[in-house]
């Protein structure tokens, strides 16, 4: 499996502000994924990152809110926008289509913990 | 779109005995089938995975079983520990669209 980090672990913010997340993978892959998983709940696929085009986000997501980037096959980070408190969640990166490995088997990073105050 | 549900949704074992999760799933195009497992404060897991040609897997203690004509596949894990507490989540796999949808989630407890 690959090795996913994501920046930072946990924030505390406050409301009207944004916070970027960056995931970070120790090979290249094909497909990253940004999902958000709401306290006691499942997880909601927020957007595919697309390398070198806009990611495509899933319905009920919109890019002024959600904005990613992804430059490299390695690289890609999520920003959280004009936050509320309904923003508190756990943000997790996920990646597919490791060099050499099989494709449909997703690996996810540790999450970052988002508390909006 | 897809529709993904887990029984039961919270589940109590004592150590040693055995825990079975079903996970239904609505799109009859689904075609790869992952268990997660999510413990405290980390991401989700990969621990066992089954293909839609095949209808039984098994790895060590973790085994999964397909019905595809049901749609519907189970997690299956034996001799239970502690340290298999956790939440589990299954998550079937369209690769048409190439999307996972995450099924409700399952609540393990396994008391020593």
Known sequence: SAVISQKPSRDICQRGTSLTIQCQVDSQVTMMFWYRQQPGQSLTLIATANQGSEATYESGFVIDKFPISRPNLTFSTLTVSNMSPEDSSIYLCSVDGLSGRDTDTQYFGPGTRLTVL | ?112
Do not use: M
């Not at chain 2, 939440?87 to 409700?104: E, L």
């Open chain 2, 1 to 112: 779109g897809e529709n993904v549900e887990q029984h039961p949704s919270t589940l109590s074992v004592q150590e040693g005995d055995s825990a079975v999760i079903k996970c239904t799933y609505s799109d009859s195009a689904s075609n790869y089938f992952p268990w997660y497992k999510q413990e405290l404060g980390k991401g989700p897991q990969l621990i066992i995975d089954i293909r839609s040609n095949v209808g039984e897997k098994k790895d060590q203690r973790i085994a999964v079983t397909l019905n595809k004509t049901a749609k519907h596949f189970s997690l299956h894990i034996t001799e239970t520990q502690p340290e298999d507490s956790a939440v589990y989540f299954c998550a079937p796999f369209h690769s048409g669209t190439y999307k996972y949808i995450f099924g409700t989630g399952t609540r393990l407890k396994v008391l020593a």
